[in-house]
């Protein structure tokens, strides 16, 4: 994996979120809940799927080869899909990802006020 991190207060969070996979899956779960299981036997690496069966990549932890296997696929393949992010990270990926790409944004403020405030 190869992560880009801002060397700010969303990348220190960002960094925080990958040394806790428990809250990963969480996230994970959270999200999944308004979106179809991904298809595994895709030739298209998918955390997720659209109702009409697009296929989603969480993008929100910015791993870049990942994200350049899922652009270079949807281009190869001739399909359109989506990246889910969060709001910060939206500017960066908007112009890598062309119209083939909708980008679905998660909401940082309420991605803390969910995960990262003690009970």
Same mark, same amino acid.
């Given at each position: ?29 959270? #999200? /999944? @809940? ?8 895709? $030739?298209?690496?998918?955390?997720? %799927?659209?109702?009409? *069966? ?21 281009? #190869? /393949? @001739? ?8 709001? $910060?990270?939206?500017?960066?990926? %908007?112009?890598?990802? *062309? ?21």
């Amino acid at each position: 994996h190869f992560y880009f991190l801002t060397n700010d207060y969303h990348g220190e969070t960002l960094l925080w979120l990958l040394c806790r996979p428990d809250v990963i899956g969480q996230l994970n779960a959270t #999200l /999944l @809940q308004e979106l179809q299981l991904p298809c595994r036997n895709a $030739f298209i690496e998918n955390d997720a %799927r659209t109702d009409a *069966g697009a296929p989603i990549l969480f993008c929100y932890l910015p791993d870049l080869p990942r994200l350049f296997r899922f652009l270079s696929a949807l281009e #190869l /393949l @001739q399909m359109k899909g989506a990246i889910l992010c969060f709001d $910060f990270q939206a500017g960066a990926l %908007r112009p890598l990802c *062309g119209d083939k790409v909708e980008l679905q944004i998660i909401d940082f403020a309420e991605f803390e006020r969910r995960f990262l405030t003690s009970p």
